[in-house]
């Protein structure tokens, strides 16, 4: 009699294992392979899914033993909804079930607590496909235009049938073209970035814990963290979030950037203390007090007080000189929240976490992470493990 499957634990969706899901699916090729690298699994493992909806729940669910012999999970960012963090007493049953490996869809891993699987002999990875790269660079240099050229004032404006503003236009923007570009974290994100910003003009500085090998600098520059803040005209923040990284830029950081610096993060929301970062860049009214404040979730009127706060601003000199004159965010201390501060403020460009955000990156990442389940299910090890756990038996 052979051996029962191992069982494989999917958190999250595979949203592109499915060709037909959906039009624009249909006509993308690279749908296919995603779908046809999810079915042969079926060969090697059974797919279970939790029926918890919540972390207590999903605790609950791991002691009753409905999880033992899980040999590997595929989780999503957005699992975390229904495990929690994965961490403490999860990581331990998980490990007492039979769990030795974690692949995770995702560049960023915050969520999962890396000692604590390592202790437990669980082994992490995460997704590194070049797609994931350049889709983030791209999108970090979508920011970064659009918080140099003070677009999103304008948007505001032209939605609020005041065009460029009424009676003031919006302040005039800046080209990237000369300006200094210093990106924290030089990994393939960084670099990607780098090489754009580069093609438009920019001289890119960067600082990392360990200086790059220079035929991996592109041009770029390596300083200290210290140079970088203080000659930046652009910080991008293109870090990891770990104890070391979280809460890393605040109020003593932005005080030591250059005078109307614009900041850029499609890293983690956790390395900026936000609220700092918004007595920075808007200091004339506190979050509570700001016009703006009551009212952006309903947006016909939020749009309205837009002309209004823009008149209002356009006659205070302390906003053209504070610390930060623009950002550029897609990730937030405590996603989904924003604080209300950098949404009632005209001159910060916001998206909701859209790093990734293509049918073909997703693909490719769901790609990535499924070939992680392979490989721990017919080799014993993961092909991208994490960092922290290069070498790990």
């Not at 909806?53 to 999970?73: R, V, W």
Request: glycine share 8%; aromatic share 6%; proline share 6%.
């Amino acid at each position: 009699m052979s051996e029962p499957k191992p069982r494989v634990l999917l958190l999250g969706d595979i949203d592109h294992h499915n060709v037909g899901s959906s039009p624009l699916t249909i006509e993308c090729a690279n749908s296919a392979p995603a779908r046809s690298a999810y079915d042969s699994l079926s060969s090697l493992a059974h797919f279970i899914t939790p029926k918890s909806t919540n972390p207590a729940d999903f605790l609950q669910e791991c002691q009753s033993g409905a999880f033992n012999g899980t040999k590997a999970i595929y989780r999503t960012f957005g699992s975390v909804s229904i495990t929690g963090r994965i961490e403490g007493e999860v990581v331990k049953t998980l490990a007492e079930s039979g769990v030795r490996f974690i692949a995770h869809n995702g560049a960023g891993y915050d969520q999962i607590d890396i000692p604590t699987c390592t202790a437990h002999k669980i082994h992490v990875s995460n997704t590194a496909p070049p797609a994931l790269a350049a889709a983030t660079a791209d999108t970090a240099l979508f920011l970064l235009l659009a918080a140099l050229r003070n677009f999103n004032s304008s948007i505001l404006s032209l939605r609020a049938g005041a065009w460029r503003g009424d009676p003031r236009p919006a302040p005039l923007g800046h080209d990237p073209s000369g300006k200094t570009l210093g990106i924290l974290g030089m990994g393939g994100i960084g670099r990607n970035l780098a090489s754009k910003a580069a093609a438009l003009g920019m001289t890119v500085t960067y600082h990392n814990r360990r200086r790059l090998p220079p035929a991996d600098e592109g041009g770029a520059r390596y300083v200290d963290f210290e140079t970088l803040l203080a000659r930046s005209d652009v910080v991008s923040l293109n870090l990891p979030l770990n104890e070391s990284t979280r809460g890393m830029i605040g109020k003593t950081e932005f005080a030591k950037m250059k005078k109307g610096a614009v900041v850029v993060n499609t890293a983690r929301g956790g390395v900026v203390n936000e609220a700092a970062l918004v007595e920075s860049v808007y200091p004339l009214f506190p979050p509570s007090s700001s016009p703006f404040a009551f009212s952006w979730g309903r947006t016909r009127l939020a749009l309205c007080m837009y002309v209004y706060t823009n008149i209002l601003f356009s006659t205070h000199s302390a906003l053209n000189t504070s610390q930060i004159s623009s950002c550029g965010l897609d990730v937030y201390e405590n996603e989904p929240e924003v604080h209300p501060g950098l949404v009632a403020n005209p001159k910060v460009m916001l998206l909701p976490h859209m790093g990734t955000w293509t049918v073909e990156t997703q693909t490719e990442m769901e790609l990535w992470t499924i070939a992680n389940v392979r490989s721990a299910l017919e080799n014993g090890k993961l092909t991208s493990p994490v960092a922290e756990q290069e070498g790990m038996i």
